[in-house]
């Protein structure tokens, strides 16, 4: 019974789309369809039937190719993907990365005998040899809580979609939405831990991701705004949305909002444009009172709630020497 739905990407990289099909085909793990999704304009005829060719090289019936009628772009592209998702896991891939030998049969082994995950994931190496870090010493399940205050403060314990397997049907049944923002995975990543309650983590490197030729430090340098102060403006989002659900889930929702605030006076710095000073100092300044007004009536409500005791307790007293 074929078990698992491979979503891969591809977008004006025929000479590289093939490692990476290849990669998947020669996993020992052999249930799955593998679903090409070709989001390439309609007047790039060349590169499209070239792309195509290469496909229909593999022979391989578990193949079945996609092509966009316009390049509609991501993250709507991301969201056709899911909704093609219909087998028991689903996982997703790009043109150009390559899937390590037995990484499939891991993921899926793991998650067959670990049904509080709703996900596994794994490490990534770069393209050019550099490896992510291990999140933790061995392989292991984690609390979700652990993983949402990490995503939601920027640290660490993130993972790559090119080494990580979802269970398809949760993700269905909370309906995450994908927003339309540079970040566009961050929201709906932040959705799906609040909804889980654990995530598996496997301590060995599942694939290596194509390096981008602009490396990533340079573009934040260029793009400062969309790189660093929307993820926090979505963060913030995340919480005034969620917040009801997330305190009754345990999260100190005040003390999130104290450090995501602090994170993004940090970032006023590198702004030079008015209108994006302006945004985030707005933004930055109302999720600060927003954590403020929260801790002052905390101090508030245990003030008087010490005065009430106290004054029950002297009313328990003198009801006693009356009686």
Same mark, same amino acid.
């Given at each position: 019974?074929?078990? +698992? ?23 020992? &793990? ?27 090289? &593999? ?11 316009? #390049? ?15 087998l028991e896991y689903f996982m997703i891939y790009c043109d150009g990365d390559v899937l390590l030998p037995g990484a ?32 933790? #010493?061995?392989?292991?399940s984690v609390k979700s809580s652990v993983y949402l205050k990490n995503h939601l403060l920027g640290r660490s314990h ?11 049907? +949760? ?5 995450i939405p994908v927003v339309h923002d540079h970040y566009w995975d961050f929201y709906f990543h932040c959705v799906y ?9 496997? %301590? ?7 390096? %981008? ?17 929307? @993820? ?16 009754? @889930?345990?999260? %100190?929702? #005040? #003390?999130?909002? +104290? ?46 709630? &010490?005065? &009430? ?15």
């Amino acid at each position: 019974m074929t078990r +698992l739905t491979i979503l891969l990407g591809t977008y004006k990289k025929p000479d590289h789309i093939g490692k990476t099909i290849n990669s998947i085909l020669s996993q020992s &793990f052999k249930d799955f369809e593998l679903i090409i999704f070709d989001d390439n304009h309609a007047e790039d005829q060349f590169i499209i039937a070239k792309t195509l060719a290469v496909i229909e090289s &593999f022979n391989d019936k578990r193949i079945k190719y996609i092509k966009n009628e316009g #390049n509609i772009g991501v993250p709507h592209v991301f969201r056709k993907w899911i909704l093609h998702a219909n087998l028991e896991y689903f996982m997703i891939y790009c043109d150009g990365d390559v899937l390590l030998p037995g990484a499939l049969h891991k993921m899926v082994n793991y998650l067959d005998k670990n049904t509080r995950s709703s996900m596994v994931h794994g490490l990534e190496t770069k393209g050019d040899g550099v490896k992510q870090k291990p999140a933790f #010493n061995e392989t292991t399940s984690v609390k979700s809580s652990v993983y949402l205050k990490n995503h939601l403060l920027g640290r660490s314990h993130g993972w790559s979609q090119l080494s990580a397997m979802f269970r398809t049907e +949760l993700w269905k049944s909370w309906n995450i939405p994908v927003v339309h923002d540079h970040y566009w995975d961050f929201y709906f990543h932040c959705v799906y831990i609040l909804f889980s309650n654990e995530i598996g983590y496997l %301590n060995e490197y599942i694939s290596v991701r194509e390096r %981008n030729i602009i490396k990533y430090d340079d573009y934040v340098a260029k793009n400062y705004f969309s790189a660093r102060i929307e @993820r926090t403006y979505q963060a913030i989002k995340f919480i005034d949305y969620f917040e009801f659900y997330m305190i009754s @889930r345990g999260y %100190n929702v #005040n #003390n999130y909002r +104290l450090m995501i605030s602090l994170q993004l006076i940090k970032r006023f710095a590198f702004l030079s444009d008015s209108q994006q000073i302006i945004f985030s100092m707005r933004m930055g300044i109302i999720n600060l009172t927003k954590s403020l007004l929260g801790f002052l009536i905390l101090f508030i409500s245990k003030i008087f709630g &010490f005065v &009430f005791r106290g004054i029950a307790t002297i009313h328990n007293k003198l009801t006693k020497k009356t009686t």
